[in-house]
């Protein structure tokens, strides 16, 4: 298998984690949607990451349907229990902290694409409101030890990669005393070993504007 993305795309990590997770070995194309974006577009229509190719050359999009083909194949040992309200918990709380990121991003592009006096206020004070209230959302919810409980799901997988996203791009709405439980998940989560198997390297960083 081959991975497709940059682990500075929180996306692309919450898959290369659950790769190691599950023990399923893979290489990794790492080229950039930024510096490489015709080569990324002949493997992922949208141009976008990650795009995980099987090993029969099948192209899977998108990091839901990616963990979703993860998930069948892992069985039992997958990140998310497979039936009744254990399941919608922990896709509730995964979809709560994934769209809580889409709102952090839009701020972070926004800001590094359009210069100041081009940016629009109103769009960053709603996406700031949206992250702020996800957030504390997520942070009424959670569980112990682990987001959902006692075991380790996709949705501490999930926030974890949100809390390292916005400590390393966009922090104002993340409280070190409001958030103060889902940074602690994300430091626990981020000492277990598949996580560290899926650090960012150097160069897999968005260029600062």
């Known amino acids: 298998m081959i991975l497709v993305g940059q682990y500075d795309s929180p996306v692309t990590r919450r898959v290369a984690i659950a790769l190691h997770h599950y023990g399923v070995p893979f290489a990794r194309d790492t080229r950039s949607i930024f510096g490489d974006a015709a080569a990324v577009g002949r493997i992922s229509p ?6 995980l190719v099987l090993n029969d050359g099948e192209v899977l999009i998108d990091s839901t349907a990616i963990l979703d083909y993860l998930d069948e194949q892992a069985g039992d040992a997958a990140l998310i229990p497979g ?11 995964t979809v709560l902290a994934q769209g809580t990121l889409e709102k952090v991003a839009a701020v972070v592009y926004e800001r590094h694409f359009h210069s100041a006096e081009r940016r629009s206020t109103d769009w960053l004070d709603r996406c700031l409101g949206q992250a702020r209230a996800g957030l504390d959302e997520l942070t009424r919810r959670i569980d112990k030890p682990y987001a959902c409980g006692v075991t380790l799901t ?3 997988v999930m926030i974890t990669t949100l809390v390292w996203y916005m400590q390393d791009r966009m922090d104002e709405v993340l409280s070190s005393s409001t958030h103060a439980a889902l940074i602690s998940l994300a ?3 981020e000492a277990l070993p598949a996580f560290r198997a899926a650090a960012l390297s150097d160069f897999e960083k968005m260029p600062r504007s």
């Open 46 to 51: 949208l141009t976008r990451i990650p795009a």
């Open 83 to 93: 039936t009744g309200p254990a399941r919608r918990r922990v896709l509730q709380m």
């Open 154 to 156: 996709h949705a501490d």
């Open 187 to 189: 430091e626990r989560c």
